[in-house]
């Protein structure tokens, strides 16, 4: 993947290390790079994601190379009209930065938006604040085997995904809407997530060097918009449901097995992520298929298996994942893993159907915890001119 | 910054958007997206800074869009044995890396080395470990007024700094050499920071709001060499010492001020960088210059004047600092800021004399918290086929 640097290669390179001066010792390290520069190639920071739109477009975004997840809690003064002030800050807040344009009363960065966007959801207890039906889809994820939940970093009034493709714009967009929620809410946890920036279109890989999304489902499949918009009431018609889980997982453990034993408990090759039943990353896994010995290619208690909509009567998930690395334990092992995040028309029929699977019979789920857990209501998207969750503060 | 996209950006727009296919999906918010995208830019991360050279890479190199430091501290039962074998070990998964090439017993990602570094530093209590003498250099950083450091967040015998522009890759290579260094040596702590992926050349800003790095000494400037890099010795010679300082920003507080008074505490602009005193952000500052009310441009308690060389009987710092942002502290407030990261020939002349100056008498003290502090000595360079430290294990 490393190219060649002409002339004009070199001269930018030069360029972006101002700083350093790098180019500009002789025989200093910094010296030869060699392959495209961020500068030749910055101009995808200034990429925009519009922020009006039938559904809120943290959904059906590219995979981003950023996002922080961060529940809120409302102050305890705050009601009906502090929820409605405040949603409609942030919309307008969210509306300028994913346009890259300028918030009044903040120091703008300079950097482009780098398609940014920001993805708002309600949790039950914001909707009992304001005296709102709680949807039946919003009832508590129930607890399942080997959950080692935090209550601490669980739960929230508001649930917010901010994702981008530069670390700085992520950050600073929470900055931006913190200050705005400032008196009405204030943050209960944050949890800071990455991908990759190899903007190829490969499914990204997660920290067990597995691409992770290759069976996701896809816009264009059979009952897509069924399985993963809600259908009412008016305010969630086009909205999802917003399952999040922070899955630690036990690298030290994982990292000591043979790399044909992690494909077998993936049910997939770990560099290709074609299925071990054959083809390639996207070919359908073959769940009946069986080796010449007669084994089965994917093993019963694979996790590909075990995840399956044809083991989970159907059941879909749309997986934004991101990974997380937060440094170390006290027992030293990697404090890191996966922000699960996963948007469904009705969690019963969806996360909470498959976690029940998962949690007994995959053999993944041996090497990671489930160590925080959120379920959110995340509202349609906006038209112009109005604000994210209007129908619901509007009794719609 | 938003450029147009024409026929193929969009082609390959819905390529990127495989995994969530939101321009399948006719009116989905993400499918009307304007910009380059990263798939047409992506090629940057297959850029390599060679591992090998008279500095070891992270010191001159570019900035870059993440990085993570971490501190090792040796198993009690490692002695020069096993810490020669552990400088090989590194040495040559970092030399890998670095080239992107794969390091045996690991699953590649597939991805490009992203102008990956890696930059070793040694404490003293690794010299006194293996019986070496330890130099005057590394003698403990004193304790500056208003310093909040964290014991268990501090020091180390190992100092690490990987930095890339995707936080995947560095995330990756520190797995890689946690798992190279089992057995000899186990993380102590480990701190993540972020810049922007904005690779324009300019100085990339911290979390509050400024370019941070603008009065960075550049190669070219007389006597660089001599103000950064030791002069012995054998195993120090073309190396530097790394003072590294968890620096808590009290955002809260600071972003409550207005942005002239912002301003008056930085001694520049915030828009450009530009000094009080005039001119561009590298217009030297004119620490005497006067305002037509006779005031000085630059107050006489701002950070630039406090910071100066000028100020500071000539102390200079390369600095490489990396924003961080981890979440809410119980209080509520963010807990965010800079990892300060700064090389020097001797932190006596450097860091230590400009730090006494500014906890005393800089104003932006009272809205920074030093949290943490190590100090490393990082050996030179490599040639291609030998390992870092090697002078210093072999005596020299």
Redesign the interface.
Known sequence: ???GTGRLGRR??L????????G??A???????????????????????????????G?????A??GRFTAFDLEPKAGRAEVTALLKAWTDAARRLTA?APVPGD?????????LTVTVGFGASLLRRIGAPVPAELEPLPAFPRDAIDPRRSDGDLGVLVTA?????V??A??VL??AGRGTA??R????G????????????N?M?QPD?SG?P???DPGF?RKVFAAGPAWMRGGSYLVFRRIRML?DDW?RLP?HR?EQIIGRR??TGAPLSGGTESTAPDLRKQNPDGSLAIAASAHVRQSSPLSNSGATL?R?GL?Y????RPD?A?D?GLLFIAFQADPRDGFTRVQQRLARADDLSRFVRHESSALFAVPH?CRPGRYLGQDLMEGR
């Open positions: 993947m490393t190219g930018r390179l360029g972006a290390a101002s700083l350093a001066g790098g500009l010792v025989g200093a390290a910094g010296a030869q790079a060699v392959g495209a520069t961020r500068a030749e190639s910055g101009r995808w920071t200034g990429r925009s994601i519009p922020f009006d739109g039938e559904h809120q477009a959904i059906l975004a590219p995979p190379a950023h890259g120091a703008p960065t300079g950097y482009g938006p780098a398609s493709d530069d670390a700085f714009v950050a600073h929470l900055r913190a200050a204030r943050p946890w944050q949890m800071t990455f991908s990759t920036a190899d903007g190829t279109g490969a499914t990204p890989r920290l060097g999304g996701n896809r816009p264009d918009g690298l990292e790399r992690r770990a560099d749309l934004k990974s690395f937060d440094g170390y030293g990697p890191a998207g």
